[in-house]
């Protein structure tokens, strides 16, 4: 089975700390990808990564940055954070094969961020 | 990606087989139907996914119509852990850098009742 996992399901920050989110994968995905889930706004893409060291912005990429040393391990880091970024930030990693089967992505548990 | 149709919620008795609709009328002939759900609080889960033939897996089973503008998908014996929201989701299979992001409607909350 694939393993996505996330450093933290709960985390409670003040305004202005940078917070560091963590996700690992464990099924050798090239792709992974870093989502916030807001009520009534779905789930919005931030940054993506195709490959070590390699990054690309998404629809909402603002105030956000992401760091892919290593494969299996992306993070998404909030520079300074701020209140309007309390949110559910979900992780994800695809194979990058072609096909619909590859085109699954697999989620982490979630983490629920409070900037107070 | 095709728009969908699911209805905002349902109920279903444990035990039961839980039958949900999906509307994708506009699907393209290369856009597969996916179906993943997010139980409360968790991240969204993989069901299961189809282009024109009928599917099952150890989750679920996917049902899509002959012209393909819509699809059910049956979880089989439902157990109160199937309470979740279920989402269709109609997509041309990716290449490898294009159309990465996961777009989900407000799908359809399905209640297991005891």
């Known amino acids: 089975d694939v393993k996505v996992t996330q450093s933290s399901r709960y985390l409670v920050k003040r305004t202005g700390e940078k917070v560091f989110l963590e996700c690992v994968q464990d099924?050798?995905?090239?792709?992974m990808f870093w989502y916030r889930q807001d009520p009534g706004l779905g789930l919005r893409l931030i940054y993506f990564s195709y490959d070590v060291k390699m990054k690309e912005k998404g629809d909402i990429p603002e105030g956000y940055s992401v760091s892919r040393e290593k494969k299996e391990r992306f993070s998404l880091i909030l520079e300074s954070a701020s209140t309007n970024q309390t949110s559910m930030y979900l992780c994800a990693s695809r194979s990058a094969g072609t096909g619909s089967l590859s085109d699954t992505q697999y989620f982490g548990p979630g983490t629920r961020l409070t900037v107070l | 990606d095709a728009k969908t149709t699911q209805p905002p919620s349902m109920d279903c008795a444990e035990g039961r087989a839980a039958n949900l609709p999906c509307n994708h009328s506009t699907i393209s002939g290369n856009e597969y139907v996916y179906w993943y759900r997010q139980i409360h609080s968790q991240g969204p889960q993989y069901i299961i996914h189809g282009l024109k033939n009928n599917e099952t897996n150890e989750m679920a089973s996917l049902i899509i119509t002959e012209d393909r503008k819509s699809s059910t998908l049956i979880l089989p014996h439902a157990t109160l852990r199937d309470t979740a929201v279920y989402y269709c989701?109609?997509?041309?299979?990716?290449?490898?850098?294009?159309?990465?992001?996961?777009?989900f409607g407000t799908g359809t909350r399905l209640t297991i009742i005891p």
């Open positions: 099924m050798d995905h090239e792709n």
């Open positions: 989701i109609v997509r041309v299979s990716v290449s490898n850098f294009g159309n990465e992001k996961l777009t």
